[in-house]
C-alpha cells in the first residue's frame, strides 16, 4: 500500500470527517478521509485536523500583523504540537 492510499474500514469504509478551522471552529470546506482507525471507530462528524486557517481566518489574518497565543503543554491528550508549543486557539490581529 502507498502512502497516499486510504485503509478502508470495514464498517464504516473511507469514514469520512468535515475538517474544521481551529481559529474559528467553522467548517473550512474539506472533508478528510480516515478509513480504518484504531479499534476500527467511526471518525467524529467533525474534527480539527490542523492548524490551517480557513478562507475567512486567512483573509482576518492578511490585514496586519496576527498574535497567537500558545502554550508550552498541550490543551488535552491528542493536541498536536506546532514546531513545540500548542496554540490556544486565541489570536488577535
Not at 493536541?79 to 486565541?90: A, N, V
Request: hydrophobic letters at 30%; charged letters at 20%; one cysteine or more.
Amino acid at each position: 500500500m502507498g502512502k497516499n492510499n486510504v485503509r478502508l474500514s470495514g464498517r464504516h469504509g473511507v469514514n469520512p470527517t468535515v475538517v474544521i478551522c481551529f481559529w474559528c471552529g467553522q467548517d473550512n470546506g474539506e472533508i478528510a478521509l480516515l478509513g480504518k482507525l484504531p479499534g476500527d471507530v467511526e471518525a467524529p462528524r467533525r474534527m480539527m485536523l490542523n492548524y490551517n486557517p480557513c478562507n475567512s481566518c486567512k483573509e482576518l489574518m492578511s490585514k496586519g500583523i496576527t498574535m497567537m497565543e500558545a502554550s508550552d503543554t498541550p490543551g488535552n491528550d491528542v493536541q498536536p504540537d506546532f514546531q513545540g508549543y500548542y496554540p490556544t486557539g486565541r489570536w488577535l490581529l
